[in-house]
């Protein structure tokens, strides 16, 4: 089965940076896209980016465009999330996940998922 490590979380000032990043253990037709989704308490967990591990194709949520960079290095096997210009909106608990082959942005679908790693972006 795939496995995900979620590292780089932190504590920045808004308008700050971070960059997030998921170490996948194979790429496979199990992790055919890898996205990350961030959930606060209480709320669902929300689709932020994913992209395509064979086609790099990429998509962003409407609140981050912009601002977040979802990229992929495939032979470190490791997915990247850049983050700028931070707001006090995106302090959550962030996670990689292996997709179903395809970017659904559904939590519900994810076939594994990462650890999380915390962003808090303080105001």
């Known amino acids: 089965d795939v496995q995900l490590q979620a590292s780089g979380g932190g504590l920045v000032q808004a308008g700050g940076s971070l960059t997030l990043s998921c170490v996948v253990s194979?790429?496979?037709?199990?992790?055919?896209?890898i996205g990350w989704f961030r959930e606060t308490p209480g709320n669902e967990r929300e689709a932020v980016s994913c992209?395509?591990?064979?086609?790099?194709?990429?998509s962003y949520a409407t609140s981050v465009k912009g601002r977040f960079t979802i990229s992929i290095d495939t032979a470190k096997k490791t997915v990247y999330l850049q983050m700028n210009a931070l707001e006090s909106e995106d302090t959550a608990r962030y996670y990689c996940a292996a997709e179903p082959g395809w970017c659904s942005g559904k939590a519900s679908m994810q076939r594994a998922w990462g650890q999380g790693t915390l962003v808090t972006v303080s105001s």
């Open positions: 194979e790429f496979t037709f199990n992790s055919k896209a």
């Open positions: 992209i395509g591990t064979t086609d790099g194709e990429k």
